[in-house]
């Protein structure tokens, strides 16, 4: 369910979600490949929740068979976080923040 809140959406998860902060609409397509105990996803997930950006996570343990497909898109790379923005593999946590780092995420994600 959506909750407007003047230029920001909240969004209500299901039950059991984890509430999410106010996201502002991304014009990337972000997706994270995923799982619930890994300090790497938790770093990368918050650095979008910060910018507001909204994502798709993908949960590589509850649905063993999103692991492969994480392989084939991200070129063999076994280890979760996978991040691909506009269907582009950006690689993990640490080349998320090394994107941020050089000012080329906001760019990345705003597709220029």
Known sequence: MQIPCSSVTLFEGAAGDRPRRPTLSSMAKVEIYSSLFCPYCARAKRLLDQKGIEYSEIDVVADT?????????AGGRTSVPQIFINDKHVGGSDEL?????QGQLDRLLQGV
């Not at 068979?65 to 898109?73: I, P, Q, V, Y």
């Open 97 to 101: 923040y090394a994107l941020e780092r």
């Open 65 to 73: 068979s999103k692991r492969g497909e994480m392989m084939r898109r």
